[in-house]
């Protein structure tokens, strides 16, 4: 009997106390773990009820604001983790990283947006000379240490057979200079995104395609500002703390360029002097500080007066890029289609003004993004 | 409303349990009523009329069943309208666009199809209801004169959307007298976990993947991947439904009430028949006794034999969808027990026992086939992908990984689906010490509890690369 008051007891206790903590505990607004808003408190009304939203929203915000939500979320993972799962949240748990599993891209995906870059190449041919970039992710870098045999699509064809469909472009290999460094620290043990380093390399691919003389690593002073970065990738795993990051901001040792750094978020703009946010790295996306959030348009100014003028259109990969490029540009916009909805000319970009265009993306992003096709709009 | 929703664990049950218990003796049904009518409500805030139309038609039916008493034809009557609407209401939801679907396709009428949702739990709680009038036209219970009592009855919340299909006979006594004790409810706290612990942890788990391959191309399915996923989808549905009834029983044991078991290892079944007295037992026996027998049963012809046997397996088919499928996948089963009837029972029975049990296990696993797929081609094709005959390859690099990944929950689903753990529990009770067995009960209990909320809890845990504003 003792066994069966003590069920009694534990059960009971549960299921009032959890709602009665977090009943009396305040709500939060923001899951910075998960990076979005939580779900407000539902609201009571005929049509709330009769189209069930209520009864919905009321399952999510209990959700959202349950007590130790995170904590038991944590739990979780190291349960599923102990019971010999090797892919939590569709991040593979490696032995000394988490890597991001990209699905096989759509086909229809990948050729509008070739469609797209070959007729902004078209449209400026003679004018902005266009180079395209895809850099693979950890996944085919670290594809003989994923777990189990897992698999993964194979982008170093995917980006070769892309890089085949397009037209009037330069591209640029960064399989190659990733792959051969591939026991450096490239990428982020806890983040889909690659190090400052890892960028790096990719700029002295990208240098030549660009025309321009990569500076050589000893070149830069290298900062060392965070060692404790858990980036989106342990979001969604939720383990390994102990796979925490470290974050490198590159400077260039004969005096930074950056003059002037403008985010454009829709009629709002804020001007900075430096490309690094460093406020950001008191926060938990710590990645944000190249750049801060992803904005539709941010263009940098520099101190280099030769006239040379690149636009680039990107994902987040390319906000760590930035430290190596504005050593050879007056002018460097920035733009994210993704986030863009009013024509160029309304940040006042008039791409005639640009020598040179960049389309720097990761295939993560780049196979699942349709915002290609608003280039047509630019 | 799901057992393992939050808004149930965390909102509905506390509530409704304290009120409850505080409340005397007289109105507890009454909590029961209301209970249950909201508990629909929160599901179904509109088709709850439709249930109490039901309620109110079984109701009155009862009652004037036993006003007539004396009057066999009247009787009779008030039965049949009473069946009539019962099967009516339920042919109208559940039905009506299958029904009209083919009428139009074989007689090339354009007649309108209203397409209406189907109400949650609408073919448990119709035979539940339709269990009352029935035996109360054959005497063998009494009427009941309470609406609050009879509402109640139908709207139970533990049993109202997913059985087990209680009839009124089972709680009749109950309804009316039931004991509710700390022992009792700590049986049913136990029970609860368990059915919880296996839809959260068992069925969700091995279901994601047979989602993954029941949505992959079937002419290149490797044969590994194609088992691996019809066994997960066998594991998945033994483990969300028998989880569901197992809820449902231990939520009644906490209300004071002794629901009949609804599974009982099916899987361990050594031939098709009894494969069928194993799982969802009360459906099985509500066909028995409400159509089966009336036809005849067994003691009829062998030609006879095989009409009854075909149309209670065709009925049962369609009681799970309204969809051709669902028939084919009765008729299937009518089939082979008519055939072990006749003769390949007695066949069976001279093979060794393992042999028995593999014969029954695949044939039950590709009747999971037919359920699963709506239409003829893919079960032709993926009966295809798990023999080979698709020419693919025999596995590939993501059957290892499928299999690698999934091994160990494969495992466990397997050891859960035989009774050894209930003959480890014995063996420690009787051989060591019964405080012993109780403890490891309990520890076995709160590690489920607790693993079942971390799954509860993290339902909407769902992270964003880029914030979205």
Redesign the interface.
Same mark, same amino acid.
């Given at each position: /009997?003792?066994?069966?008051?003590?069920?009694?007891a534990?059960?009971?206790a549960?299921?009032?106390l959890?709602?009665i903590v977090?009943l009396i505990v305040p709500d939060e607004t923001f899951s910075e773990?998960?990076?979005?808003t939580l779900?407000s408190a539902p609201t009571l009304s005929a049509e709330t009820?009769?189209d069930?939203s209520f /009864?919905d929203d009321?399952?999510?915000y /209990?959700?959202?604001h349950?007590v130790l939500?995170d904590e038991?979320?944590k739990?979780?993972s190291a349960?599923e983790l102990a019971?010999?799962?090797?892919?939590l949240?569709g991040v593979y748990v490696c032995s000394d990283k988490l890597v991001e599993h990209i699905d096989t891209p759509d086909k229809t995906v990948t050729a509008q947006n070739a469609d797209a870059i070959n007729a902004f190449a078209e449209k400026y041919k003679g004018k902005i000379d266009t180079t395209v970039m895809l850099v693979p992710t950890a996944e085919t870098i670290y594809s003989s240490s994923l777990? /189990?045999?897992?698999?993964y699509f194979d982008q170093t064809t995917y980006i070769k057979s892309f890089y085949d469909t397009l037209q009037n472009v330069n591209t640029v290999d960064a399989y190659a200079v990733l792959s051969a460094h591939q026991n450096e620290y490239i990428y982020y043990r806890t983040d889909?995104h690659w190090t400052s380093y890892g960028a790096y390399l990719g700029y002295t691919a990208l240098a030549k395609s660009l025309n321009l003389k990569a500076a050589t690593h000893d070149m830069f002073n290298i900062e060392h500002v965070a060692n404790d970065f858990l980036g989106?990738l342990y979001?969604?795993a939720l383990c390994h703390e102990d796979f925490a990051d470290a974050i490198d901001l590159y400077t260039y040792s004969q005096g930074d360029p950056v003059s002037e750094v403008v985010r454009y978020m829709g009629k709002n703009t804020q001007t900075y002097s430096s490309l690094f946010f460093r406020e950001n790295l008191e926060g938990k996306?710590k990645y944000t500080v190249f750049l801060g959030?992803?904005a539709p348009v941010v263009k940098i100014n520099t101190n280099i007066k030769n006239g040379k003028k690149l636009i680039v259109f990107k994902d987040?990969y390319a906000n760590s890029m930035m430290q190596f490029l504005t050593l050879h540009y007056e002018e460097i916009a920035v733009v994210d289609l993704r986030y863009l909805n009013v024509p160029l000319s309304e940040y006042q970009i008039d791409l005639n003004d640009y020598q040179q265009a960049l389309f720097l993306y990761n295939v993560g992003t780049f196979t699942d993004d349709q915002s290609m096709r608003k280039l047509a709009g630019c | $409303?799901v057992f393992s929703? $939050?808004?149930f664990?965390?909102?509905f049950?506390?509530i409704v349990?304290?009120i409850y218990y505080i409340s005397p003796k007289k109105v507890k049904n009454l909590i029961i009523m209301i209970s249950g009518i909201l508990f629909y409500a929160?599901?179904e805030?509109?088709y709850v009329f439709v249930m109490l139309l039901t309620i109110l038609v079984d109701y009155f039916a009862g009652l004037l069943m036993d006003r007539f008493d004396a009057f066999p034809k009247r009787r009779l009557a008030i039965l049949i309208v009473s069946v009539v609407l019962n099967l009516g209401i339920l042919c109208v939801f559940k039905y009506g666009s299958f029904l009209i679907q083919n009428i139009n396709a074989l007689l090339g009428t354009e007649i309108f199809d209203p397409q209406l949702p189907l109400p949650i739990g609408i073919s448990f709680y119709t035979f539940q209801a339709m269990s009352y009038t029935i035996d109360l036209y054959r005497r063998s219970i009494r009427v009941q004169k309470s609406i609050i009592n009879f509402t109640g009855y139908v709207t139970l919340f533990p049993q109202l959307i997913a059985g087990p299909i209680v009839r009124y006979s089972d709680v009749e006594e109950q309804i009316n007298e039931r004991e509710i004790s $700390?022992?009792k409810?700590?049986?049913g706290?136990?029970i609860f976990?368990r059915g919880l612990a296996k839809k959260l942890i068992l069925a969700n788990n091995i279901g994601a993947v047979w989602t993954l391959v029941k949505c992959m191309d079937y002419q290149t399915l490797p044969v590994l991947t194609a088992w691996i996923g019809i066994l997960a989808f066998t594991f998945q549905i033994y483990y969300d439904f028998s989880g569901y009834s197992d809820m449902a029983i231990g939520l009644g044991k906490m209300l004071g009430f002794d629901f009949p078991a609804n599974f009982n290892h099916p899987y361990l079944s050594k031939s098709v028949s009894e494969f069928w007295r194993r799982w969802h037992m009360t459906l099985g026996s509500w066909f028995l006794s409400y159509v089966y027998i009336p036809l005849g049963g067994n003691r009829v012809g062998k030609l006879k034999l095989v009409r009854n046997t075909l149309i209670v397996w065709m009925l049962t088919g369609l009681w799970h969808g309204a969809s051709w499928n669902f028939v084919l996948w009765g008729l299937y089963f009518g089939v082979l027990i008519l055939l072990e009837k006749l003769f390949l029972g007695k066949l069976l029975q001279k093979l060794p026992r393992v042999v028995q049990w593999l014969y029954a296990f695949l044939l039950v696993v590709f009747g999971w086939v037919l359920f699963e797929m709506t239409s003829l081609s893919s079960i032709g094709s993926f009966f295809g992908a798990l023999f080979g005959v698709n020419g693919a390859a025999l596995f590939d690099?993501?059957s290892? %990984?499928l299999f690698?990944?999934n091994i160990?929950?494969f495992i466990v689903c397997a050891f859960c689906s035989t009774n050894v753990s209930r003959r480890i529990y014995h063996f420690v009770r009787d051989k060591w010490a019964i405080?012993c067995a109780?403890?490891m009960?309990?520890g076995l209990?709160?590690v489920l509890?607790a693993?079942s909320?971390? %799954?509860?809890?993290?339902?909407? %845990?769902?992270?964003?690369?880029?914030?979205?504003f």
């Amino acid at each position: /009997m003792a066994s069966k008051r003590i069920l009694l007891a534990l059960f009971f206790a549960v299921i009032f106390l959890f709602p009665i903590v977090s009943l009396i505990v305040p709500d939060e607004t923001f899951s910075e773990l998960e990076n979005r808003t939580l779900k407000s408190a539902p609201t009571l009304s005929a049509e709330t009820i009769l189209d069930k939203s209520f /009864m919905d929203d009321t399952e999510t915000y /209990m959700a959202d604001h349950i007590v130790l939500r995170d904590e038991i979320a944590k739990a979780k993972s190291a349960i599923e983790l102990a019971a010999g799962k090797r892919e939590l949240g569709g991040v593979y748990v490696c032995s000394d990283k988490l890597v991001e599993h990209i699905d096989t891209p759509d086909k229809t995906v990948t050729a509008q947006n070739a469609d797209a870059i070959n007729a902004f190449a078209e449209k400026y041919k003679g004018k902005i000379d266009t180079t395209v970039m895809l850099v693979p992710t950890a996944e085919t870098i670290y594809s003989s240490s994923l777990p /189990m045999s897992a698999p993964y699509f194979d982008q170093t064809t995917y980006i070769k057979s892309f890089y085949d469909t397009l037209q009037n472009v330069n591209t640029v290999d960064a399989y190659a200079v990733l792959s051969a460094h591939q026991n450096e620290y490239i990428y982020y043990r806890t983040d889909h995104h690659w190090t400052s380093y890892g960028a790096y390399l990719g700029y002295t691919a990208l240098a030549k395609s660009l025309n321009l003389k990569a500076a050589t690593h000893d070149m830069f002073n290298i900062e060392h500002v965070a060692n404790d970065f858990l980036g989106t990738l342990y979001s969604k795993a939720l383990c390994h703390e102990d796979f925490a990051d470290a974050i490198d901001l590159y400077t260039y040792s004969q005096g930074d360029p950056v003059s002037e750094v403008v985010r454009y978020m829709g009629k709002n703009t804020q001007t900075y002097s430096s490309l690094f946010f460093r406020e950001n790295l008191e926060g938990k996306d710590k990645y944000t500080v190249f750049l801060g959030q992803n904005a539709p348009v941010v263009k940098i100014n520099t101190n280099i007066k030769n006239g040379k003028k690149l636009i680039v259109f990107k994902d987040s990969y390319a906000n760590s890029m930035m430290q190596f490029l504005t050593l050879h540009y007056e002018e460097i916009a920035v733009v994210d289609l993704r986030y863009l909805n009013v024509p160029l000319s309304e940040y006042q970009i008039d791409l005639n003004d640009y020598q040179q265009a960049l389309f720097l993306y990761n295939v993560g992003t780049f196979t699942d993004d349709q915002s290609m096709r608003k280039l047509a709009g630019c | $409303m799901v057992f393992s929703s $939050m808004t149930f664990l965390f909102g509905f049950l506390p509530i409704v349990l304290l009120i409850y218990y505080i409340s005397p003796k007289k109105v507890k049904n009454l909590i029961i009523m209301i209970s249950g009518i909201l508990f629909y409500a929160w599901g179904e805030p509109l088709y709850v009329f439709v249930m109490l139309l039901t309620i109110l038609v079984d109701y009155f039916a009862g009652l004037l069943m036993d006003r007539f008493d004396a009057f066999p034809k009247r009787r009779l009557a008030i039965l049949i309208v009473s069946v009539v609407l019962n099967l009516g209401i339920l042919c109208v939801f559940k039905y009506g666009s299958f029904l009209i679907q083919n009428i139009n396709a074989l007689l090339g009428t354009e007649i309108f199809d209203p397409q209406l949702p189907l109400p949650i739990g609408i073919s448990f709680y119709t035979f539940q209801a339709m269990s009352y009038t029935i035996d109360l036209y054959r005497r063998s219970i009494r009427v009941q004169k309470s609406i609050i009592n009879f509402t109640g009855y139908v709207t139970l919340f533990p049993q109202l959307i997913a059985g087990p299909i209680v009839r009124y006979s089972d709680v009749e006594e109950q309804i009316n007298e039931r004991e509710i004790s $700390m022992s009792k409810t700590a049986d049913g706290i136990s029970i609860f976990i368990r059915g919880l612990a296996k839809k959260l942890i068992l069925a969700n788990n091995i279901g994601a993947v047979w989602t993954l391959v029941k949505c992959m191309d079937y002419q290149t399915l490797p044969v590994l991947t194609a088992w691996i996923g019809i066994l997960a989808f066998t594991f998945q549905i033994y483990y969300d439904f028998s989880g569901y009834s197992d809820m449902a029983i231990g939520l009644g044991k906490m209300l004071g009430f002794d629901f009949p078991a609804n599974f009982n290892h099916p899987y361990l079944s050594k031939s098709v028949s009894e494969f069928w007295r194993r799982w969802h037992m009360t459906l099985g026996s509500w066909f028995l006794s409400y159509v089966y027998i009336p036809l005849g049963g067994n003691r009829v012809g062998k030609l006879k034999l095989v009409r009854n046997t075909l149309i209670v397996w065709m009925l049962t088919g369609l009681w799970h969808g309204a969809s051709w499928n669902f028939v084919l996948w009765g008729l299937y089963f009518g089939v082979l027990i008519l055939l072990e009837k006749l003769f390949l029972g007695k066949l069976l029975q001279k093979l060794p026992r393992v042999v028995q049990w593999l014969y029954a296990f695949l044939l039950v696993v590709f009747g999971w086939v037919l359920f699963e797929m709506t239409s003829l081609s893919s079960i032709g094709s993926f009966f295809g992908a798990l023999f080979g005959v698709n020419g693919a390859a025999l596995f590939d690099r993501q059957s290892i %990984y499928l299999f690698l990944s999934n091994i160990l929950l494969f495992i466990v689903c397997a050891f859960c689906s035989t009774n050894v753990s209930r003959r480890i529990y014995h063996f420690v009770r009787d051989k060591w010490a019964i405080w012993c067995a109780n403890a490891m009960r309990l520890g076995l209990d709160v590690v489920l509890f607790a693993v079942s909320i971390c %799954y509860v809890v993290t339902s909407t %845990y769902n992270p964003f690369l880029y914030f979205n504003f």
